[in-house]
């Protein structure tokens, strides 16, 4: 098995072939890989890509050829910051892959045609080399791909192929681009991933993947649990007698790892990784660059399994753009009233585009720390959607309400992030309410007073979800800015069997009309609650006696007719 060509050898032959100053491919995450000819400051350089690259993207999404951007300015009457060549990377199913962006100083000659068409050959090189089973900054497998191909070696073998797991972590990556910068963590990443690639001269057979940003698995069939070990043994051998330069000096790589067997008759992939990545933790408490063999029999093992599974599924779809945002109506129960209400739901597709509830996914998206990737990822989605929807005439404006999960919100740079997003989008603050829990809400005051403060300026509503199900005390209510509450929905489901739960409904509707608060019951799921909450004067009611969740896509154009299939 030969390795594959990776972006990093396309981009070494296109900047030699183009002599731009620096050549970047920005991936639809935004990841920069970089290479800068000799003189370029490369950090000055990726700054420039930086500011550029959102723009470019987004243009690509639009448009299939190279072009030039000769003459471009950080402001109208600013200074120039560089010439640019621009080149979409689309599959060939026009999915956009990522752009690859040509730099020149602005005291550089123009860029021309000859560059568009280099360009744009490389530009299709790098979709060859590219597909949805591999990372498009390493050429190692992604996480899907990783599970099909150990399946495939497992049901082509006559022994059902019995081998080893490793699963590796990067010791450090964190710490590495906090004080030397993404560039550098970029460089340790590409190390890493050369020396996983060289297995293949040793193992044709072996099975390699970046599961995550910093987290890699590999599978060698027929190989024994002490074999693997000395196969990561020497992984990190190679990897302490690398040198990557820093501003102070240079670091080696640092890796941990697991190492269990993957025995057919006994254990699934799920459960072998899980084993695997319990060890790599365990080489990682014991001070790191180690390598740990998972113990037979490990305890919690199949339990972890599916989450692992379904997280690295999950890291793979929010990656790739592979969920869709739906909206459930919130609608007045007491009044006719203009405004649409929705909240915003989420769910992810699989291989084969079939929809994944939340109820699947979300608890390994708490046990592996992606709720605030998720969250960021819906909330970017709907103000781009509402945006584009907003230039286009009859749109009815959309009050979208957003949940925050307390992970989120104890983010550091979540508040200057959405800050940042909402005012790019041009989205008006009035149109957006974020929704928070009691615990997420009152687990981190500072931050959440900090976000309402942020945000409330500029126009943007708070709700307090899930009221009712905590212990908080209302004095926390009292000093906190929300503008509405939301019944919790065990409260709503018991209404008309539980006379305590209908007295605390009463209680919390008086509460929130005596502080001037919306009230909003959730899982109104018949008319017979429906009748009863306006009878209690509840404002507003959701559920699917209100309203089933709906694609965004219908909602913001609700007059628009399905495509008509042909044949």
């Known amino acids: 098995m030969t390795s594959p060509q990776t972006i990093d050898d396309l981009l070494v032959t296109a900047l030699r072939l183009l002599q731009c100053d620096a050549l970047a491919f920005v991936s639809p995450t935004r990841e920069i890989k970089l290479l800068c000819m000799p003189g370029i400051e490369e950090a000055d350089t990726r700054i420039v890509i930086k500011r550029v690259a959102a723009a470019f993207t987004l243009e690509c999404e639009d448009r299939h050829d190279s072009f030039v951007r000769n003459r471009v300015r950080a402001s109208s009457e600013g200074p120039l910051i560089g010439r ?39 530009s299709r090189l790098m979709a060859a080399s590219m597909s949805a089973s591999r990372d498009a900054l390493t050429g190692l497998l992604l996480p899907a791909a990783f599970e099909k191909q150990v399946a495939a070696h497992r049901r082509s073998a006559a022994d059902a192929t019995d081998g080893s797991i490793l699963y590796g972590n990067v010791d450090q990556l964190g710490t590495c681009n906090e004080l030397w910068g993404l560039d550098t963590g ?17 193992h044709a057979d072996a099975v390699i993947a970046r599961l995550s940003g910093d987290r890699f698995a590999i599978f060698l069939p027929r190989i024994s649990v002490n074999e693997a070990r000395s196969e990561a043994d020497s992984l990190r051998k190679n990897l302490a007698e690398i040198r990557i330069p820093t501003a102070v000096e240079p670091i080696a790589p640092r890796m941990s790892w697991g190492v269990t067997a993957l025995r057919a008759a006994r254990h699934g992939l799920g459960q ?9 933790k365990v080489a990682k408490q014991r001070g790191g660059n180690r390598t740990e063999i998972a113990p037979e029999g490990d305890i919690g093992q199949a339990r972890r399994s599916d989450d692992l599974m379904i997280a690295n599924r999950l890291r793979v779809a929010l990656d790739a753009g592979h969920f869709e945002v739906l ?7 007491l009044k006719q009233e203009d405004e649409r209400r929705y909240e915003m739901l989420v769910r992810i597709m699989d291989d084969e585009e079939r929809l994944i509830s939340p109820a699947q996914f979300m608890p390994a998206a708490t046990r592996y720390q992606m709720l605030p990737k ?75 007073h900090l976000l309402m403060q942020r945000l409330g300026d500029m126009g943007c509503r708070f709700a307090l979800d899930n009221f009712g199900a905590g212990t908080s005390p209302l004095g926390n209510l009292r000093n906190l800015n929300f503008s509405s509450i939301k019944i919790d929905s065990s409260l709503v489901r018991d209404l008309l069997t539980d006379t305590r739960a209908a007295s605390m409904v009463k209680a919390i ?44 896509d219908r909602i913001l154009n609700p007059f628009a007719q399905p495509l008509a299939k042909a044949g």
Not at 98 to 118: A, C, H, K, M, Y
Not at 186 to 202: E, N, P, R, Y
Not at 327 to 333: A, H, I, T, Y
Not at 509 to 522: F, K, P, R
């Open 186 to 202: 970029d460089k340790v990443l590409h190390a890493i991933s050369q020396q996983l690639l060289a297995i293949h001269s040793v």
């Open 374 to 448: 998720l969250d960021r990822c819906v909330i970017s989605h709907v103000l781009t959607r509402l945006q584009e929807a907003a230039g286009k005439p009859g749109f009815i404006p959309l009050h979208a309400a957003f949940n925050l999960s307390a992970p989120t919100i104890s983010d550091a740079s979540f508040v200057d992030w959405l800050f940042a997003q909402v005012a790019a989008s041009g989205v008006p603050g009035q149109w957006l309410t974020f929704e928070l829990s009691e615990s997420a809400a009152f687990a981190n005051l500072a931050h959440t």
């Open 272 to 280: 072998s990784l899980a084993a695997a990545e319990a060890a790599c």
């Open 327 to 333: 909206g459930q109506p919130v609608n007045s129960l």
């Open 509 to 552: 509707a008086n509460l929130a009309n005596t502080l001037g608060l919306e009230i909003v019951a959730e899982h109104v799921e018949t008319s017979a609650i429906c009748m009863r909450l306006i009878e209690m004067q509840v404002q507003f009611g959701q559920g699917y006696a209100i309203g089933k969740p709906t694609r965004l």
């Open 84 to 122: 640019f060549l621009v080149s979409p990377v689309r599959d060939d199913d026009e999915k956009l892959l990522g752009v690859l962006i040509g730099f020149n100083q602005p005291d550089r000659d123009e860029l021309s045609s000859r560059e568009t068409r280099i360009a744009a050959r490389y």
